[in-house]
Structures are given as structure tokens and as C-alpha cells.
């Protein structure tokens, strides 16, 4: 085996400080990571400076030039070399450092540019005449005129050219570009009033745009819902949930996704604290939670969620980067995300994601073959009902078709004998039923198809859980308390929650030092082992800073329960009970997914039908 040296415990050493140089490079470690957090500083110093239009030009990867134009109201001609200087900004006084108001704040993002890249400053400022400043390795060039008619150019050139070393852990161009891109969206979507424009200039000239979102219009909701569309996509607006709450101090705005447009992966997932992107564990496990009752853990939500509060309730100074925050009451953070979004879920009632429709008509869409036949112009009503009571087929021969029916293809007609049934209901009326487990119904502009037992899995499992909110969980006592040995620390943390998991019908009791007896368990659950929950317990709470594992394991019991009790596939089902069932979804929240997330029916507009027969 190698040995390496070290300098460590090699005889005292002269203590010594470190030139400016060397100090910002060790802080350039922190705060510039690679190419997308040059461009997050630069790009919030220009949001910081009220610009409305910021456009991004990149070479490369960022690797050999990012460069950042905007309209604000850029730095005098005299600043600039204290612009440059460490720990020098205009955002605060140092008076207060819980009460910040802005994007940047530390005065550390343009030292440990110039410190490790070729950096060049070009601004005006009010009527002052433009100036501009360069910086390369940290040698400083004097302030010299400039050409500009407004706002700041920031240009970073070859960045870790004085620390090349780090060029090595950057990785490919296009993955760095789409860092960039992301970094971009983000702030895009914290700022809907802003326009933003991001060009890829690797081989010269002005590059092509990869990614541009004009300035919002409107309200704040009408601009942020807008802009979420242009970043993430029509669909994600067109099925998304507007979010309004507010709870002890904190206000949460934004949209999420139905739990029926969910996502394979949790990237379409973003937070934001007073305006900044944040990637925190406690938030984002407040996200999962929200949506624990409605998708399976390998399908996560989609939702852009901002909180608002005032400064000092959130203290943003825990790292360098500004990518993580600390609630003062966490607690109510996460207690704002998960009851603010199961109210909107509650809310949305039995809406499902209007993706299922699109793709399911892509299923049925049949394959182009040869030259497009056009249909002629419909004909008048008069020949039309001409036409169709010549097809009629006459009375024996309605007769012997309905005899002669395959069983798989069987059609039970869903109409009441007697009356019209109400089709401007929005699930509609019910029409008929195949394979024994679809129910067919028609709306006033379309039709729905329905899964029988996914609906009315969904339907039991909230009648269950209503009863079980209104009587209590019940609990068994064991026997013989099972004692449970942990570390002094995890017993305490399980033992400040035992009001919480007496709720549950889970008993917890302490039992000397590092030690809980566990007196009654859940008697839903059955025979459990409680070492393991308690154990899983803890480790949700390391994780998210809360747990409802125990609440899970309920919710899943009571899944099961319903899925047992409820109609199940194959079943023939009578036309009333058919639009029961209906109108008991459109009263039940949550009834457009069943307890696995998978959708509970499709609906088809009439429009789309008509052109899938070339009708339109």
C-alpha cells in the first residue's frame, strides 16, 4: 500500500495569513462548484439590480465563456473595483443578518470569479457615462471607459484557468450546458415578471437560443402559471392545482400536479423560499408526504411551490451556495405544505390528469396509410335520418344479434327505463358496460370510461378512512410489553412523539435509560414487530424531520381492505347501480385515481372522437 505524506504532524509550522489571492480561491471552492453556479450568481446580482430582461450567452458548457446581459440599474464607474473586492456589497449593512431582502448577500460571487477566470465588468449607471473593469487570476486592471447604453455586461471567460485542477471534475459540455439550463428555469420561474433568454455560443458567432421565456402579463398568478407552462411544459399547467395557504406567518403559493400526472422521477420538483430555488430534505419530504396517500413510491408529484414569510422567520445564511435553508419552526413549514396541498387535492374532487385522454386516444389512433382521404361536407339533417332508418337493421334482426352476442363483448345498457338521464352531470350518464369492468358513459360533450373496480376501490378507501378519522384508530395491548433498546438520543426523539403515536393506537412507555416499552399496537395492523417500526420510525425521522410511517402502514391496511370490499372485475352491474357509481366519484374527493395512482377513468371529448374518424 502507498504511503502519502502529509504535512501534518511533521514539527510545528509558522502560522501565517494567507495572501487575497489564495483566499479567494479557497472561497471560489464554495461558492462556484461549476459553470451553472457562475451563472446562478451572475444571474441573481442581476434580478438583485431590478432588471426586467437578462439574457445568457454560453461556450462550451460554460467552460470558456458565460456571459450575462441585463437592463438593471448597473454599478457606477467608482464601485467597480470595490464591486470585486471580497465580502463588498450593496445588499446589506452586516447590521442584520437574518433580515435579507435579496438574492446575493455574502459580496463573495465576483472575487472568487475573478479569482479563478478571466473576468470582465462593463456597466452604466443612470446617466453616468459606462466603465468597465477586468479582473484575471486576481490581478485587477484599472477602470477604463466603456461602450453601453445601459445596464451591466458581465463576461467569465475561461473559468478554472488559475485553478486547473478543477477543470478535471467538470464534467462533459452538454451536461454542464444542461446544468446551465436548469439553473436558468429555475430563477425563470421564481421571477415570472422577468424575461430570460439563454444562447449556446460554442463555435463563435451569436449562438442559438436554447431556451427564452418572455416577461409575464397579468396578474401574479396569470404570470406564473404562464411561465410554468413555458418551463415545464402545457401539460403540467393544464393539470395542476393552484395553491393558496397560509399558517403561522408562512404563505404558500404555486401549482402541483394531479396525482394522475405523476412523474417517474422527483426532477420536475420545485421550491422556492422568498423568491430563492432551495433543495431542502425537510421540504421536499413534506412534498412526498402530501402525496403519500395516492401514489406508489416509484411515482413522485410534480408541483412548483413557493413560501413566503418574513426574513427573519428563515435563515438563508447555512451555506455558501444559498441552496439551503433554516425554518425557525420547521414544524409549521411542513405542516403548510401538507395541509395546503391535500386541500387542493381534496378540492380538485374527482378530477383526473387529462394526459390519460391523449394518450389514450394515441392508442387508438390508427396508422397513416397511403394519401389522406378526405370527407365530403355532412349532409342535411333530413337526409341524414333518411340514411340511418334505411340501415336500421329490422326487429328479428336486432333480436337475433343480441342472442347470438359474444359474452366478452356483451353491452349492458346503463339507461334508466324511464326518463333521460342526466349527461350534463360531469361524469355523465351510464350508457353500458363491457368485459364486465368498463362502464360507458356519455357526457354532454363526450364520453368517459370508466374502471369499475379501480373507482370503487377509491371510493371504500375514503369511506374508510372518514370512519376510522371519526372513531379512532383501535389498539391492541400486548400481553408481555416489549421492551425496545435504543440509544438515549432515539428514545428521548420517540418519546417526545408517544402523544402523536398514542393517536395511532401505538402505546410507547420509557424503560430506563436508551429504553421504550411498547405497551399496544395498532390492531389493524395485527401482530407487528416493533422494534422494526420503531426503528423505520426514526429512520423517516433522520430523513424528513417528521414520520408517518405508522400512519402509512394504516393507510395501506385500509388500501387493502378496500381493494377486497370493493366491486370487483367481471361483475355485471345493473344501469342505477352503474350511475351510482358515478355520482358517488363526482362527490368523493380523490376519485379520479385509485389507491395506487393509476387513473379511475378517461374522458373523451366528442371533437376527439370525431376526428379519430376523420370527421374533423
Known amino acids: 500500500m502507498t504511503a502519502f505524506s502529509t504535512n501534518i504532524g511533521q514539527g510545528p509550522a509558522a502560522i501565517r495569513q494567507l495572501d487575497e489571492g489564495a483566499i479567494n480561491r479557497i472561497a471560489a471552492g464554495e461558492v462556484v462548484e461549476r459553470p451553472a453556479s457562475a451563472v446562478k450568481e451572475l444571474v441573481e446580482n442581476a434580478l438583485d439590480a431590478g432588471?426586467?430582461?437578462?439574457?445568457?450567452?454560453?461556450?462550451?458548457?460554460?467552460k470558456t465563456l458565460i456571459r450575462v446581459t441585463d437592463d438593471g440599474h448597473g454599478i457606477p464607474a467608482a464601485d467597480l473595483p470595490l464591486a470585486l473586492s471580497r465580502h463588498a456589497t450593496s445588499k446589506i449593512d452586516g447590521s442584520d443578518l437574518l433580515n435579507i431582502h435579496s438574492f446575493g448577500f455574502r459580496g463573495e460571487a465576483l472575487a472568487s470569479l475573478g479569482a479563478v477566470g478571466r473576468l470582465s465588468i462593463a456597466s452604466r449607471s443612470g446617466g453616468a457615462e459606462a466603465a468597465r473593469i477586468a479582473v484575471a487570476g486576481g490581478r485587477m486592471d484599472p477602470v477604463r471607459p466603456a461602450a453601453l447604453n445601459a445596464g451591466t455586461v458581465v463576461e467569465l471567460r475561461d473559468i478554472f484557468h488559475a485553478t486547473p485542477a478543477r477543470l478535471k471534475f467538470l464534467r462533459s459540455d452538454r451536461a454542464e450546458t444542461q446544468a446551465i439550463g436548469d439553473v436558468l428555469r429555475r430563477l425563470a420561474m421564481a421571477e415570472p415578471f422577468v424575461g430570460f433568454t439563454l444562447r449556446d455560443a460554442s463555435g463563435g458567432g451569436e449562438?442559438?437560443?436554447?431556451?427564452?421565456?418572455?416577461?409575464?402579463?397579468?396578474?401574479?398568478?396569470d404570470a406564473l402559471r404562464g411561465r410554468l407552462a413555458r418551463v415545464l411544459g402545457a401539460d403540467f399547467a393544464e393539470n395542476a392545482l393552484r395553491i393558496d395557504a397560509e399558517r403561522g406567518g408562512l404563505a404558500l403559493t404555486g401549482y402541483a400536479a394531479l396525482p394522475t400526472y405523476s412523474r417517474g422521477s422527483s426532477t420536475h420538483q420545485?421550491?422556492?423560499?422568498?423568491?430563492?430555488?432551495?433543495?431542502?430534505?425537510?421540504?421536499?419530504?413534506?412534498?412526498?408526504?402530501?402525496?403519500?396517500?395516492?401514489?406508489?413510491?416509484?411515482?413522485?408529484?410534480?408541483?412548483?411551490?413557493f413560501i413566503e414569510c418574513d426574513p427573519p422567520l428563515v435563515d438563508v445564511n447555512v451555506h455558501p451556495a444559498k441552496a439551503e435553508v433554516r425554518f425557525r419552526e420547521p414544524g409549521v413549514a411542513r405542516g403548510l405544505i401538507v395541509s395546503g396541498l391535500r386541500h387542493a387535492l381534496a378540492e380538485a374532487g374527482h378530477r383526473a390528469a387529462t394526459t390519460t385522454a391523449a394518450g389514450a386516444l394515441g392508442a387508438m389512433r390508427p396508422e397513416p396509410s397511403g394519401a389522406r382521404i378526405y370527407q365530403m361536407d355532412r349532409p342535411s339533417h333530413g337526409a341524414l335520418t333518411r340514411a340511418q332508418a334505411w340501415q336500421a337493421p329490422a326487429p328479428q334482426a336486432q333480436a337475433g344479434f343480441a342472442e347470438t352476442a359474444a359474452p366478452a363483448a356483451r353491452v349492458e345498457t346503463g339507461a334508466p327505463e324511464t326518463g333521460e338521464p342526466p349527461t350534463g352531470l360531469p361524469l355523465g350518464a351510464a350508457r353500458g358496460q363491457v368485459h364486465e369492468n368498463y362502464i360507458i358513459a356519455q357526457t354532454a360533450d363526450g364520453m368517459v370510461i370508466v374502471d369499475q373496480h379501480a373507482a370503487h376501490e377509491r371510493l371504500v378507501y375514503e369511506r374508510l378512512k372518514r370512519q376510522m378519522?371519526?372513531?379512532?384508530?383501535?389498539?391492541?395491548?400486548?400481553?408481555?410489553?416489549?421492551?425496545?433498546?435504543?440509544?438515549?438520543?432515539?428514545?428521548?426523539?420517540?418519546?417526545?412523539?408517544?402523544?402523536?403515536?398514542?393517536?395511532?393506537?401505538?402505546?410507547?412507555?420509557?424503560?430506563?435509560?436508551?429504553?421504550?416499552?411498547?405497551?399496544?399496537?395498532?390492531?389493524?395492523?395485527?401482530?407487528?414487530?416493533?422494534?422494526?417500526?420503531?426503528?423505520?420510525?426514526?429512520?423517516?425521522?433522520?430523513?424528513?424531520?417528521?414520520?408517518?410511517?405508522?400512519?402509512?402502514?394504516?393507510?395501506?391496511?385500509?388500501?387493502?381492505?378496500?381493494?377486497?370490499g370493493s366491486v370487483r372485475s367481471g361483475r355485471r352491474m345493473t344501469g342505477d347501480e352503474m350511475n351510482a357509481l358515478l355520482r358517488e366519484m363526482e362527490a368523493t374527493p380523490h376519485s379520479g385515481q385509485c389507491n395506487h395512482g393509476r387513473p379511475t377513468y378517461v374522458e373523451l371529448k366528442l371533437h376527439d372522437i370525431e376526428r379519430l374518424f376523420g370527421r374533423r
Open 51 to 62: 432588471a426586467s430582461r437578462i439574457e445568457v450567452a454560453i461556450a462550451d458548457g460554460g
Open 207 to 221: 449562438g442559438r437560443v436554447t431556451f427564452r421565456a418572455d416577461a409575464g402579463t397579468g396578474d401574479l398568478w
Open 270 to 305: 420545485y421550491l422556492f423560499v422568498n423568491g430563492r430555488p432551495v433543495r431542502d430534505r425537510m421540504l421536499l419530504g413534506a412534498l412526498r408526504a402530501a402525496y403519500a396517500d395516492f401514489l406508489p413510491r416509484d411515482r413522485h408529484p410534480a408541483a412548483a411551490l
Open 469 to 564: 378519522a371519526g372513531a379512532g384508530i383501535a389498539a391492541q395491548a400486548l400481553l408481555i410489553p416489549e421492551v425496545v433498546e435504543l440509544s438515549e438520543t432515539d428514545a428521548a426523539r420517540l418519546l417526545d412523539l408517544a402523544g402523536e403515536l398514542a393517536r395511532l393506537g401505538l402505546t410507547v412507555e420509557p424503560f430506563g435509560p436508551g429504553a421504550v416499552a411498547v405497551r399496544e399496537t395498532p390492531a389493524i395492523l395485527g401482530n407487528v414487530d416493533a422494534a422494526a417500526m420503531l426503528r423505520d420510525i426514526l429512520d423517516e425521522l433522520d430523513d424528513t424531520g417528521d414520520s408517518r410511517t405508522l400512519a402509512t402502514r394504516i393507510d395501506a391496511i385500509l388500501s387493502r381492505v378496500a381493494c377486497h
